[in-house]
DNA sequence: GTCCTATATATGTCTAGTCCTATAGTAACA
DNA sequence: TGTTACTATAGGACTAGACATATATAGGAC
């Protein structure tokens, strides 16, 4: 479970609650990197605490709910260091956009068309909020104090959006010269 | 589920077993688009049948085991061509290497530069099983016989390859200029 | 003779992830 | 005054997928 060690990462940086967890990264900085569910985050957390590989202290408000903030302790740094360093091989992708079209011979062009551009307005969102995220990072890594491996850090998370930037191009591409190629000659219709 | 619809496609080209969808198909010529596990075809094609998507004739065998042969439909047509037409969001990505360099402020340049090499190889190996099935393509599909719907196939089936090792060509040029991004100097060492 | 592979179907169990709902107080909004 | 939103945690139910194993026969390899 790779989340478990987001999780990890993520307390590394400073503690947290589930509910910090969720709003505060899983819903901001590393959206595009890891979107995790609520539910599945505070069960995590649950197990990372069985595990010892957090503690918990709860901050009783009258307010508001009671808060359990989570700290790594030693085992869970440990346990981190060591998934940070060794390969964990990527998902199998399964994309139904994909297999629909190649199934498409028995299609209309205006179909396959169709299916493209819905593609394309969903990527085009997608790429637009990891733009955002390049331009909001800067401003964001200047409240870190220490300068040294904040740098290093920096430079990673911005190589990480340059590809996932890339690649989304690179899709988006593709998608609209498929349209072109499967639309010759119609000027437009809607 | 897709991949009821995938098998759906598949028996819509001609009727098949089970281990026939599995080694002919899935383990074969989709099987860059769509990885899927024995026990979930032999399911999967369990619940065609109760929703009467698929219908299954048992050829009894004495030397083998005897084989079910499932068709396809109207009814099971009609779900498909439905399915085909309509859009179906991609699956959200979540690549542990990625998170891994978000985090990799904390380790030495030698540890990231081999994770990312690990990475590399691991695509160079897909992009090689993409390009192998591109310059296999062609051969396959002089069987066809219907030659209008034929062509149309082939030219989607075409698109697709090219979009994935487009792909996989953008990921290894990122990853081996990382790589150099992250050694700039040291000549090499193991 | 034994082991492995191919053919063929089927079941059990587990994990990761999604979605929905419950609880409960405060505060803003209309 | 009722509704919605924010803060905060938690459990139930479900799906897709991965992995392991069982069964049974034939044939080739060693």
Redesign the interface.
């Known amino acids: 479970m ?1 989340l478990a ?2 999780i990890l ?1 993520l307390l ?1 940086q400073q503690q947290r609650t589930g509910y910090g967890l969720k709003t505060e990264c899983f819903d901001d900085c ?1 959206a595009h ?3 995790a569910d609520q539910a599945q985050i505070y069960r995590t957390l649950d197990k990372l605490e069985a595990q010892g590989f957090v503690t918990c202290t709860v901050e009783i408000q009258h307010d508001r709910p009671n808060r359990k903030i989570y700290t790594l302790t030693e085992a869970g740094t440990a346990a981190f ?1 060591q ?3 060794t ?21 209309s062009d205006v ?2 068309a ?2 493209l551009e ?2 394309l307005e ?1 990527r085009q969102e997608k790429l637009a909020a990891c733009e955002a995220l390049q331009n909001m990072a800067p401003a964001e890594s200047n409240l870190s104090p220490d300068d040294l ?2 740098l ?2 920096q ?3 911005r ?2 959006l ?3 930037i ?2 989304e191009k ?2 988006l591409d ?1 998608l609209q010269t ?1 349209i072109a ?1 499967i639309q010759p000659k119609s000027e437009s219709k809607d």
């Open positions: 790779s060690f987001v990462g590394q590393i990197l890891w979107q260091t998934w940070l360093q390969h964990h091989p990527s998902p199998t992708l399964r994309e139904p956009l994909l297999v629909q079209l190649h199934f498409a011979a028995q299609l179909a396959i169709h299916l819905q593609e969903a491996s904040s290093r850090g430079t990673m998370q190589l990480v340059e590809l996932m890339q690649r690179v899709y593709w498929a190629t």
